[in-house]
């Protein structure tokens, strides 16, 4: 009998890993790719052009993506290198997030207070030694498995790729290399968007499950990038995960301000990097705030 209840519940792990993104409602997200608005791309062009950062695009050293998200059924994006990969630094620690999280939800990991508080650690101050601990729990090859995922499909290995973890964040090697750009902890603009609309949607865990990986995010610990650009700007929460490396930097959020909602990321490989990314914020935040149809967005 208890050898059939550990082989119902891999069966059932197995089939809401296949099924395709749903939001709260069970309805079919909008596909990211269909989403390009032409208006927003023209501003994020020139945003970019007039701070001097179109060189580092057309080097491919910066990579953005903007999506708003104001209208959830109806998102509009822009983005410049959004399927560059490049090597993301603590970015990638939300994949990890989210592993546990999925684990979570299929019963096979208990989130107790203190794994809870493991894994603020690893969002909010970016501990690399509460990441390891926490990709131990989900395991590597399993991570891989859930961000390849049909459910998911954050990394595609026959495409530009993605989110990637292939290493802890200790001193270990590589335990798997993304076979795209031989990457241990990557990322591309355009999927990292997707994780946050999956995000805003539930249609990454269950409601309750998403509720707990928004406050782990919310109040980020370190003043820096987008949070630093954004600082100062009544009535905006943010939801976010950065990452710095030597000359790697990087930042993500969920922003809502003012009833509207947007997704903004940046992965930048310049030891100027992280000062593009502080200059950048608060440009698109008015980019989206003057461009964006009027509407109440519900508070969560």
Do not use: C
């Not at 802890?168 to 990322?187: I, M």
């Not at 990314?277 to 964006?292: E, F, N």
Request: hydrophobic share 45%.
């Amino acid at each position: 009998m208890y050898r059939f209840l550990l082989s119902a519940r891999k069966w059932v792990a197995t089939a809401l890993v296949a099924l395709g993104p749903l939001s709260a409602h069970s309805n079919p997200l909008p596909d990211l790719r269909q989403a390009g608005d032409p208006t927003l791309q023209r501003g994020l062009e020139k945003v970019v052009a007039d701070l001097g950062l179109a060189g580092e695009v057309t080097r491919g050293d910066l990579a953005v993506s903007l999506v708003d998200i104001t209208e959830p059924q109806h998102p509009r994006m822009a983005m410049l290198n959004g399927d560059e990969m490049l090597y993301a630094a603590s970015l990638p620690k939300i994949a990890i997030l989210l592993g546990a999280f999925v684990e979570a939800e299929s019963g096979r990991l208990t989130l107790d207070p203190q794994r809870m508080d493991t894994l603020t650690k690893m969002i909010r101050v970016s501990s690399n030694e509460a990441a390891s601990e926490a990709l131990r729990w989900v395991g590597g090859e399993r991570l891989i498995e859930i961000l390849e995922s049909p459910r998911y499909g954050l990394y595609d290995p026959r495409g530009a790729g993605g989110l990637w973890v292939g290493k802890s964040y200790g001193p270990e090697g590589a335990y798997r290399r993304d076979p795209v750009h031989n990457l241990s902890h990557g990322a591309t603009a355009f999927q990292v968007a997707r994780f946050y609309q999956m995000l805003d949607a539930d249609a990454l865990v269950n409601p309750s499950l998403t509720s707990k990986m928004k406050e782990i995010m919310s109040r980020p610990g370190i003043v820096h990038k987008f949070v630093k650009g954004l600082t100062g700007i009544p009535g905006l929460a943010m939801f976010r995960k950065s990452g710095s490396w030597r000359d790697a930097h990087a930042d993500s959020a969920l922003v809502e301000a003012n009833g509207r909602k947007y997704i903004i990321v940046g992965l930048a490989h310049s030891e100027q990097g992280g000062e593009w990314l502080v200059r950048l914020a608060p440009k698109l935040h008015g980019l989206v705030m003057a461009s964006a149809p009027a509407a109440t967005v519900a508070q969560r």
